[in-house]
C-alpha cells in the first residue's frame, strides 16, 4: 500500500489559518487523498478527500500538489475544537481490504 | 438520521469473560468496519462485512475474535477469553457503498477494560 508521511505534531493558533502537509511520494494514479480527524475520546470523523483538483468544503480545503506527491489540508479558521488528530490516507488502487489504513497522523494543538 | 450506533459505549470485563460489541450502522448503510486502538496508538482496520457476509477479515487476530452482521440486528464484534491485551477502544463504521471514494461513518466507539 501507498504510504504517507506526516508530522507528528502542529501547533497554531486560535481564528489564524492552520496548513496540515502529508507526503505521500509512492501514490498510484488511481489513489484518493482522504483526510479523516479524531477529537479526544471520540470516533475518527471524515473530514475532505480529492484527487486531483483542489477540493473544498464547509470543513477544510485539501490542495494537491501537481505530481500528487502532497497534499495540505487547510483550516481557514483554527478554532479550539478543531484540536485533534490529523490522518492524511490513501485508498489503495486494485482490490483488497476497504479497510482504511490510519498511519500516526498529526496532532494540531490550537493555542487560545 | 441517526449516525452510527455502538453500544456499550464502556465495557469492563475480567480475564476469560466474553466480551460482545454491538454496532448499528446509519441507515440505509450495508457496509460495516471494525477498527481497534490500541492505547496510545493507531486505528487498526480489523474486519469488513456486508450484511450476512464477511468480506475481509485480514486484520482479525487468529483466535478469539469473531465478527458477524446479520439480516436483522446489529453487527457483533466478539471477544472470546478476554486478556488484559483486548483492552483498547473499539470502532465501528460503516458505509453506503464500497469503493475508493466512500467515506466511512464512525461511531463513538466502544471503551474495554479488561481486569
Known amino acids: 500500500d501507498a504510504k504517507t508521511t506526516q508530522p507528528n505534531s502542529m501547533e497554531s493558533n486560535e481564528e489564524e489559518p492552520v496548513h496540515l502537509p502529508c507526503n505521500h511520494s509512492?501514490?498510484?494514479?488511481?489513489?484518493?487523498i482522504h483526510w479523516y480527524r479524531q477529537l479526544p475520546s471520540q470516533g475518527p470523523e471524515y473530514v475532505i478527500h480529492?484527487?486531483?483538483s483542489n477540493v473544498n468544503n464547509r470543513m477544510a480545503s485539501l490542495a494537491i500538489a501537481e505530481d500528487r506527491k502532497s497534499s495540505t489540508l487547510i483550516l481557514h479558521r483554527a478554532t479550539l475544537r478543531d484540536a485533534a488528530v490529523y490522518y492524511c490516507?490513501?485508498?489503495?488502487?486494485?482490490?483488497?481490504?476497504?479497510?482504511?489504513?490510519f498511519g500516526k497522523g498529526t496532532h494540531l494543538i490550537i493555542q487560545p | 438520521n441517526a449516525g452510527v450506533m455502538q453500544n456499550p459505549r464502556h465495557l469492563v470485563r475480567r480475564r476469560g469473560q466474553e466480551a460482545r460489541l454491538r454496532c448499528s450502522p446509519m441507515?440505509?448503510?450495508?457496509?460495516v468496519y471494525w477498527y481497534r486502538q490500541l492505547p496510545e496508538e493507531g486505528l487498526k482496520f480489523m474486519v469488513y462485512?456486508?450484511?450476512?457476509?464477511?468480506?475481509?477479515e485480514s486484520g482479525m487476530p487468529k483466535e478469539r475474535f469473531s465478527a458477524e452482521f446479520p439480516k436483522e440486528g446489529p453487527s457483533i464484534l466478539r471477544i472470546q477469553q478476554v486478556v488484559r491485551g483486548d483492552s483498547a477502544a473499539y470502532f465501528c463504521?460503516?458505509?453506503?457503498?464500497?469503493?475508493?471514494?466512500?467515506?466511512?461513518?464512525f461511531g463513538p466507539g466502544t471503551r474495554l477494560l479488561v481486569l
Open positions: 463504521a460503516s458505509s453506503p457503498v464500497t469503493g475508493k471514494q466512500e467515506t466511512q461513518y
Open positions: 509512492t501514490i498510484s494514479g488511481t489513489d484518493y
Open positions: 480529492g484527487l486531483t
Open positions: 490516507i490513501l485508498r489503495p488502487s486494485g482490490g483488497g481490504a476497504d479497510g482504511l489504513t
Open positions: 441507515k440505509g448503510h450495508s457496509h
Open positions: 462485512l456486508q450484511k450476512e457476509n464477511i468480506i475481509d
